[in-house]
């Protein structure tokens, strides 16, 4: 317990620094969100409507800003090597590697969501459960993530790989994601199907990608 709480610590002072941190998260979330409305035009009603896609959608490309740095600086500096020959299963490392990069990056979107969503017309109480949908559902894109993050580790500058490689993969999240915000913001759909269903994705992510990464890890060292 004590190496694994050691190395969170680690990643998490990492991911700050190396610009996966809150702030850029956070801007580069608001730059996407306060463009829709110009894009969209000024009918409230319209922005309203799909303002849980485009919450889901700046969510998504915000989680994944960064991503494919997440074992490339362990590569650089052979701290990969150290990780894969320490004490600690590979598999409990990756997974505590993603959730240091949930914390710095995820978690202070779904913070600012709210705050975000008014921009968009959307009311208040919807904004909470649009923000829930998010706490539900960003996990599964972090592990997701890390999977292609694992795939393209020998590369450089494969953060273009590491998206043509990842996004199809987050299509039924965003799907269930975006349903269950939609029916949170008085869609005719009920609510907790597609929430329980997003709650199964995460559940199921971090489950199985610290397995797969791990083994893209193994893969690719040999």
Not at 10 to 21: K, M, S
Not at 112 to 137: K, Q
Not at 150 to 167: F, K, N
């Amino acid at each position: 317990m004590t190496a694994a709480l050691a190395l969170f610590l680690r990643e998490w002072r990492i991911a700050r620094r190396i610009g996966g941190g809150a702030s850029v998260g956070a801007v580069f979330f608001l730059i996407l969100v306060a463009i829709m409305p110009f894009a969209l035009g000024p009918d409230l009603a319209l922005l309203a409507r799909l303002g849980p896609a485009i919450l889901w959608v700046a969510a998504l490309l915000a989680t994944l800003l960064g991503l494919d740095r997440l074992f490339q600086a362990d590569q650089d500096d052979g701290s990969l090597d150290v990780m894969m020959n320490g004490a600690l299963p590979l598999e409990l490392v990756v997974l505590i590697k993603c959730a240091a990069h949930w914390t710095t990056s995820a978690l202070p979107l779904i913070v600012v969501t709210p705050l975000f969503g008014l921009m968009l017309a959307m009311a208040p109480e919807p904004l909470a459960l649009v923000a829930a949908t998010l706490l539900a559902g960003t996990p599964a894109l972090t592990m997701i993530g890390a999977i292609g993050a694992a795939l393209t580790v020998s590369l450089r500058r494969g953060g273009l790989l590491m998206a043509v490689l990842v996004l199809p993969l987050t299509i039924p999240v965003l799907i269930f994601g975006v349903a269950a915000a939609s029916a949170a913001s008085g869609g005719a759909a009920p609510f907790l199907t597609p929430f329980l269903m997003l709650c199964a994705l995460s559940l199921f992510a971090i489950a199985a990608a610290p397995f797969a990464a791990a083994a893209a890890l193994r893969h690719v060292r040999e």
